[in-house]
Nanobody
Framework: QVQLVESGGGLVQAGGSLRLTCAAS????????MGWFRQAPGKEREFVGR????????YYADSVKGRFTISRDNAKNTVYLQMNSLKPEDTAVYYC????????????????WGQGTQVTVSS
């Protein structure tokens, strides 16, 4: 199990950008697929995107395609979520998660979670 801590959330106006960072501890970080999820008030936690162990393959929810980009730096034990063209409906607590190779898009596919960072987009 890897320990995860998110940072970089905040308040931004619609159309703006934020970059979230997930810092991981553990020497096995390289072998994990990393995912990002979000949860808005009164809604279920939803999948945002994932990135494989090498950083060479990513997958995104339709709602964020073309606006969000996931990347990782295994040497620094970090994964990033670059969010551009933010919309008020992107407002949520954002979580990073870690899982083994081959995980899908379900919350239960991932085994380690951070505590989340709040992103608020104003209009």
């Amino acid at each position: 199990q890897v320990q995860l801590v998110e940072s970089g959330g905040g308040l931004v106006q619609a159309g703006g950008s934020l970059r979230l960072t997930c810092a991981a501890s553990g020497r096995t970080f390289r072998w994990y697929t990393m995912g990002w999820f979000r949860q808005a008030p009164g809604k279920e936690r939803e999948f945002v995107g994932r990135i494989d162990w090498s950083g060479g393959r990513t997958y995104y929810a339709d709602s964020v395609k073309g606006r969000f980009t996931i990347s990782r730096d295994n040497a620094k034990n970090t994964v990033y979520l670059q969010m551009n063209s933010l919309k008020p409906e992107d407002t949520a607590v954002y979580y990073c998660a870690a899982g083994p190779y081959g995980v899908g898009v379900k919350e239960t596919d991932f085994e380690s979670w951070g505590q989340g960072t709040q992103v608020t987009v104003s209009s």
